[in-house]
């Protein structure tokens, strides 16, 4: 044991400093666009069980590699963290991702949402390190609100701008559609000049509020008065059929938000005990369910909204010829949202003047076949979807098993970029990257698996090493899961295994100790 956590310390390090170079690298280096989402669950997309029409993302897959044990931290926040820094957590001396792909001749670009935890250094916020960025902080409207006040600005080259102020294609505007506007305009420049370009799009959608076009919402109305019972176990079938999970897997129960220290708003407080809760779909009356389907009807057509985006960028890359030079990636900043955060029960999710969420049951529908939610360790809030194509470099229609974390996104495009890691940065030294190349597993091949695999806030946190993981919630004991046989985590191991979970427990506070976690 005591041998064990120094070889766990010293590999990560070791891989985190990999700088090499691809051999057989195209006579230009490659455009890297990577997509992410917000809120959407793991089987929220076509291509991984839903029944949501997401043909362009189907088709990034059916081209490219679907992973199915890829994690997030969890929340938007620490995720895009560690996203742009390569690190689980750190502070002075943490490295932009965009400083090194810009320093290897790249044009770098930032289309979307902006959100960092505290320890992120200024220095490293989207103003600071990207040509050009369009973003907002957190949280906004994806509609003009009638009051023309937004609940959080938006920023276009470090200046605060309204809809009135921005030239877009679709009006009127609304937050996804403009952001590709501004992506795609900007990446006009580098395609003339032959330079390699690095485009961000941190899309909003589909976090709350519920707000979709009307021509999208009309796609979905209706079809989900089946029920949520009824789509979950359909979407379970499809994905066993998808070799997205095995055959054998077993889906989990049907489950509402346990999270015992996130409130909600005040008022309507005999409808807001019902949100948390899953309810049997055939109990609820018939006005609930009508209600319920519009607000999945809503959900639904911003991701396929997202979707018809994504086809845009598509198309322009293949217009331009360089689509198949292009690494595109797609992943979910965490697991579907369970969250009250409605405003006005007053007025149905979908419109401008709406501020509505998601219902627990619904979220528990996205998650499938996982247990529980956003912020949650559990595989229900951290393991989500990720999409790789890169027909030069990736066979089509694959299924990658191998784990993997999104601080190995750094290593994998300073490679891609023939970059190299700064020793210093604003007169720090630099922190070590925590992650490793994703190549080999692009390639075909196989990698050491990472040291250890860490998400889920801090009272919900999820620790694994191997194929076995730590994980508690609410800050209760730990519960231990053999994933290969247990993907679900349906089989609490830490009675019947206590050498191993004393073993995982000791290694992770080792880990937060060096790390600062």
């Known amino acids: 044991m005591k041998y064990i956590l120094p070889l766990l310390l010293f590999g990560l390090l070791q891989s985190c400093q990999n700088t090499n170079t691809i051999k057989d690298a195209p006579?230009?280096?490659?455009?890297?666009?990577l997509i992410m989402a917000d809120d959407i669950g793991f089987s929220d997309i076509g291509c991984y069980g839903s029944e949501i029409a997401t043909p362009n993302l189907d088709r990034?897959?059916?081209?490219?590699?679907?992973?199915?044990?890829?994690?997030?931290?969890?929340?938007?926040?620490?995720?895009?963290?560690?996203l742009i820094t390569g690190l689980y957590k750190g502070g002075n001396g943490a490295v932009p991702l965009p400083k090194v792909l810009s320093e290897a001749g790249y044009a770098t670009f930032q289309s979307g949402k902006e959100h960092f935890d505290p320890?992120?250094?200024?220095?490293?916020?989207?103003?600071?390190?990207?040509?050009?960025a369009f973003h907002f902080w957190a949280t906004t409207e994806y509609f003009e609100p009638p009051s023309s006040e937004f609940s959080r600005p938006f920023f276009l080259h470090s200046k605060?701008?309204?809809?009135?102020?921005?030239?877009?294609?679709?009006?009127p505007f609304y937050k996804t559609d403009v952001f590709t506007d501004y992506g795609l305009r900007w990446i006009e420049q580098p395609i003339k000049e032959k330079k390699p370009f690095f485009l961000y799009l941190p899309y909003h959608a589909a976090h709350y509020p519920l707000q979709a076009r009307p021509e999208d919402i009309a796609l979905y109305r209706g079809k989900y008065k089946v029920g949520w019972d009824s789509i979950r176990a359909a979407r379970f079938e499809k994905m066993k059929k998808l070799g997205i999970v095995p055959k054998d897997t077993r889906l989990s129960?049907?489950?509402?938000?346990?999270?015992?220290?996130?409130?909600?708003?005040?008022?309507?407080?005999?409808?807001?005990?019902?949100?948390?809760?899953?309810?049997?779909w055939n109990s609820l009356s018939e006005k609930e369910k009508d209600d319920l389907d519009l607000e999945m009807a809503v959900f639904a057509g911003m991701v396929h909204r997202l979707d018809v985006n994504i086809g845009r960028v598509i198309d322009k890359l293949e217009q331009e010829g360089i689509l198949d030079n292009t690494l595109?990636?797609?992943?979910?900043?965490?697991?579907?949202?369970?969250?009250?955060?409605?405003?006005?029960?007053e007025i149905p999710p979908g419109g401008a003047d709406s501020y509505r969420s998601l219902s627990a049951a619904w979220a528990n529908v996205g998650n499938t076949p996982f247990r529980y939610f956003k912020q949650f360790g559990h595989e229900g809030g951290c393991n989500t979807h990720f999409i790789a194509h890169w027909p030069e470099k990736i066979s089509a229609n694959s299924i990658n098993?191998?784990?993997?974390?999104?601080?190995?996104?750094?290593?994998?495009?300073?490679?891609?970029?023939?970059?190299?890691?700064?020793?210093t940065i604003n007169d720090y030294p630099t922190l070590p990257l925590h992650g490793k190349s994703l190549m080999p597993l692009f390639k075909g091949e196989s990698r050491t698996p990472p040291a250890f695999i860490i998400s889920g806030l801090d009272k919900f946190r999820m620790y694994r090493e191997g194929n076995w993981k730590?994980?508690?919630s609410n800050n209760e004991a730990w519960e231990l899961y053999n994933l290969a046989e247990d993907m679900t985590e349906l089989n609490n191991l830490a009675k019947s295994h206590p050498e191993k979970l004393q073993e995982l427990e000791q290694n992770y506070k080792a880990v937060v100790d060096t790390l600062g976690i």
């Open 60 to 82: 990034l897959a059916g081209n490219g590699m679907r992973f199915t044990q890829f994690y997030n931290m969890a929340k938007c926040n620490p995720t895009r963290s560690s």
């Open 328 to 345: 595109i990636l797609f992943l979910t900043d965490n697991g579907s949202c369970p969250f009250d955060s409605n405003k006005d029960f």
């Open 470 to 472: 730590i994980v508690r």
């Open 27 to 33: 006579h230009s280096k490659p455009n890297i666009v």
């Open 119 to 132: 320890w992120v250094p200024k220095y490293c916020y989207t103003d600071n390190i990207f040509d050009s």
């Open 401 to 423: 098993n191998s784990p993997g974390h999104l601080v190995d996104i750094f290593p994998t495009f300073m490679e891609i970029a023939q970059g190299s890691y700064p020793k």
């Open 160 to 171: 605060e701008v309204k809809p009135a102020d921005l030239d877009f294609n679709q009006k």
């Open 253 to 280: 129960p049907p489950e509402g938000n346990i999270n015992r220290f996130r409130g909600h708003p005040k008022g309507y407080e005999e409808i807001r005990k019902k949100i948390p809760l899953y309810r049997p």
